[in-house]
C-alpha cells in the first residue's frame, strides 16, 4: 500500500508530520523550530539519510599548493638550476631509504639526458607520496602535474615531506636518527615531585 495523506497514520505513525521529508530549514535547526534552510539532509521514515557522505579533507589535502614554491625560496633555487638533487632527496625519504639520494638523482639526470622527459620516473614518486599520506590527486593528475610544471611538482613534494615532519635534505637515516632522539627526550610519564 502506498504512503499517501489518508493512510500516514497507519503506516507509519510516529513520522506522520514528516512525510514527505521536508528539510529543516536553518532557522529551525539553530533556532528552536522555527524556519530556513537544512543544514544537515533530510531522515526518510526508513531512518536513512538522503545526502552524500563528505570525507573529512583536512587530511587528504596538500599542506601548500602546486605553484606555492617560493614558501620554501632555498628549495625552488636549488630545484631550479640541480633538479635532480632534490628529487633524489624526496625519492630517498619516499623509498624508506631504500634507494639513496645519489642513486635516484642520477637515474633521473640519466632518464633526462637520454630521453628528455625525467617526468617518467618523477611522477610515479609523486604517486606514491600520495599514496603514503593519503593524498588527493590535485590539482592535476600526477604525470600532468609533472609534465607541465616538473620544477613546481617536486617543489611541492619537498615541501609536503617537510610539513609532515620529514627533512629531506638530511637523509632518511637522519630523520630516523631524529626521531629517536626525540623519542629518547621524552620525559617519563608518572613521574613524581617529592
Known amino acids: 500500500m502506498p504512503p499517501n495523506e489518508s493512510n500516514m497514520g497507519q503506516l507509519f505513525p510516529a513520522q506522520k508530520a514528516s512525510y514527505?521529508?521536508?528539510?529543516?530549514?536553518?532557522?529551525q535547526a539553530h533556532n528552536g523550530g522555527q524556519?530556513?534552510?537544512?543544514?544537515?539532509?533530510?531522515t526518510f521514515p526508513n531512518g536513512v539519510q538522503s545526502g552524500i557522505p563528505v570525507p573529512n579533507l583536512d587530511s587528504t589535502q596538500w599542506r601548500t599548493d602546486l605553484f606555492d614554491c617560493m614558501d620554501d625560496p632555498m628549495n625552488a633555487v636549488i630545484t631550479l638550476l640541480c633538479p635532480c638533487v632534490t628529487f633524489g632527496e624526496i625519492a630517498e625519504i619516499i623509498d624508506n631509504g631504500s634507494t639513496?639520494?645519489?642513486?635516484?638523482?642520477l637515474l633521473y639526470c640519466l632518464i633526462a639526458f637520454l630521453i628528455g622527459c625525467p617526468c617518467i620516473m618523477s611522477c610515479t614518486y609523486r604517486t606514491k607520496l600520495r599514496n603514503k599520506f593519503g593524498l588527493l590527486e590535485s590539482p592535476l593528475?600526477?604525470?600532468?602535474a609533472h609534465c607541465l610544471c616538473e620544477y613546481c611538482a617536486i617543489c611541492q613534494e619537498y615541501r609536503e615531506l617537510k610539513a609532515r615532519g620529514l627533512d629531506p635534505s638530511i637523509g632518511w637515516q637522519g630523520n630516523v636518527a631524529r626521531q629517536m632522539q626525540q623519542?629518547?627526550?621524552?620525559p617519563p610519564m608518572h613521574q613524581r615531585m617529592v
Open 20 to 27: 514527505p521529508p521536508q528539510p529543516a530549514t536553518f532557522q
Open 35 to 42: 524556519a530556513g534552510f537544512a543544514p544537515t539532509p533530510p
Open 100 to 105: 639513496s639520494c645519489a642513486t635516484s638523482g
Open 141 to 144: 593528475p600526477d604525470w600532468l
Open 183 to 186: 623519542v629518547n627526550m621524552m
